[in-house]
């Protein structure tokens, strides 16, 4: 049944402090709503369970990205065409804007936010298992003031994350330690566009002279959350690329990955494809894949 | 405005809709999209899905491409606002229409303002664009009787003739 806008009230602080001194007051009965294109779609279904909404969209202090000598801080409020756009998260965090360009449309990159995404917590979601493999840091500010939290500590269940009542995730930061990395990320769906992931992947490695120096990977949509594969990296850690490890590395994946069958895919096949897209990047990093 | 809803409920809002400007009341969480079919009677702007997903309810707010149906009116206030009926100038249709027209693109037309809105926001970022950029910027929109072929031809037209809309 659809919902009746009366039912719902709205507010629009003008800055963050008015924000986070109404989500004090009143902790967990105001849902925070940025570009809307997760709760404005619950909302018209009425399946939207909260009836006082705070907008924190386009507030200044979250739409910004930040630039520093060792980080860069995104503020949670940046949209996924904010991301496109910017010149240090395309040199430099790869796995980031091209998540960002498939999400969605164009329309919903114009509105829906990385902290949206962060906070919606899907394990299907695109940009998180990037966030994963960079080692991800969130701010997180209420009121009572700012902490920081990894964000593979972040988000613990099926939409579930340790984001407390009266908090918001004030800004995504990233360390600049892995341009020299060479960088992929994959999106298995229906089509780029608008369709959620069956899988994806967000892939950081770095060889030398044929052996792995270092992997980082992530996939989405195998597991109720985004997985890093902490064991596949650690097999294939030190070891030079050949076929032999290629199918160590699949099998690994196979035992780590905790798929489901669902309306968009089958466990079988999300397994095996995520083994697949390891796969392929250890090929292409054997073929001798740096970052120019 | 309804007099029997809650006072808390409605805002007052302020938005420049075609180059006009003008002062309305609706409830804070109405979506744009019933403002501008049912307040405004803007009727061109369509509703396919409802949830972000076809793309046919797109405008241009402050010259971003958004889906009207997943905006809370407040979010909306002080907005500039550009929906197909703003396209035409007296009796001389936009480019994008004019092409749009000539290449087939339209068939039943419930598409057709989303997917012009969408070329229109592509063409201001990017005059002549190749046909991959024409199917990128048009991926939020979907048609489901021509097959695409004609509309990624009269973007394409539209981007030749060189005017920006």
Same mark, same amino acid.
């Given at each position: ?54 907008? &924190?969209? /386009? ?5 910004? #990205?930040?630039?520093?000598?060792d ?28 998540a960002?360009?498939?999400t969605?449309? &164009? ?15 899907s ?35 099926? +939409?579930k ?11 995504i ?10 960088a ?11 369709? &959620? ?42 070891k +030079? #690329? ?20 669902? #309306? ?11 083994? /697949? ?16 | 405005m ?13 938005? *420049? ?8 009341h609706? $409830? ?9 079919? $049912?307040?405004?009677? =803007? ?5 396919? !899905? ?10 241009l707010?402050d ?18 606002? *550009?929906?197909?009926?703003? =396209? ?10 004019? *092409?749009?027209?000539? !290449?087939?693109?339209?068939? !039943? ?11 229109? $926001?592509?063409?201001?970022k ?9 199917r ?6 979907? !048609? ?8 990624v ?13």
């Open positions: 049944m659809r919902a009746h806008p009366a039912e719902y009230e709205l507010v629009a602080p003008r800055t963050l402090p008015a924000v986070l001194t109404l989500l004090a007051q009143e902790p967990g009965s105001w849902l925070p709503i940025a570009g809307g294109t997760d709760v404005m779609v619950q909302y018209s279904a009425g399946k939207l369970p909260a009836r006082k909404l705070v907008s &924190i969209w /386009n507030l200044p202090e979250l739409r910004r #990205i930040e630039i520093f000598p980080e860069i801080q995104i503020g949670a409020g940046c949209t996924f065409a904010d991301l496109r756009k910017d010149k240090t998260v395309n040199q430099e965090f790869q796995l980031v804007s091209a960002a360009g498939w969605g449309g &164009i329309a919903n990159q114009n509105r829906g936010t990385l902290g949206g995404n962060i906070v919606n917590a394990p299907a979601a695109d940009s998180l298992p990037a966030l994963l493999v960079y080692d991800a840091e969130l701010l997180l500010v209420s009121a009572r003031g700012e902490r920081r939290l990894p964000y593979a500590s972040f988000h613990i269940g099926y +939409r994350t340790r984001l407390a009542p009266d908090e918001l995730v004030r800004a930061c990233l360390k600049r330690r892995f341009s020299e990395y060479y992929q990320a994959r999106k298995v769906g229906a089509r780029k566009a608008q369709a &959620i992931s069956k899988v994806c992947l967000a892939a950081l490695g770095r060889v030398t002279n044929g052996v792995v120096e270092d992997m980082r990977l992530a996939v989405g949509s195998v597991a109720p959350v985004p997985l890093r594969l902490a064991e596949t990296e650690r097999v294939v850690k030190g +030079r #690329i050949d076929a032999a490890l290629v199918q160590l590395a699949k099998k690994t994946v196979a035992g780590e990955v905790r798929p489901i069958d669902d #309306i968009r895919s089958t466990a079988r096949y999300r397994a095996a494809v995520a083994g /697949n897209l390891v796969a392929e990047f250890l090929g292409k990093l054997a073929a001798g894949g740096l970052n120019a | 309804s007099k029997s809803l809650p006072e808390r409920a409605t805002c007052e809002l302020s938005l *420049t809709v075609n180059g006009k400007r003008m002062t309305l609706a $409830h804070a969480m109405e979506r744009l999209l019933d403002v501008l079919r $049912h307040a405004l009677g =803007l009727t061109g702007t369509k509703e396919g !899905c409802g949830e972000g997903e076809c793309g046919s309810c797109s405008i707010m010259g971003m491409l958004v889906n009207s149906c997943l905006i809370p009116a407040l979010q909306a206030d002080g907005a500039d606002i *550009t929906t197909i009926e703003g =396209l035409a100038s007296d009796c001389h249709l936009a480019v994008l229409q004019q *092409t749009f027209l000539e !290449c087939g693109a339209s068939q !039943c037309g419930i598409c057709t303002p989303g997917m012009i809105l969408a070329a229109v $926001h592509l063409l201001r990017n005059p002549q664009p190749t046909l991959e950029e024409i990128e910027g048009l991926s939020g929109n979907l !048609c489901r009787c021509t097959g695409y072929m004609q509309i031809e009269a973007v394409a037209e539209a981007g030749r003739r060189g005017v920006a809309t």
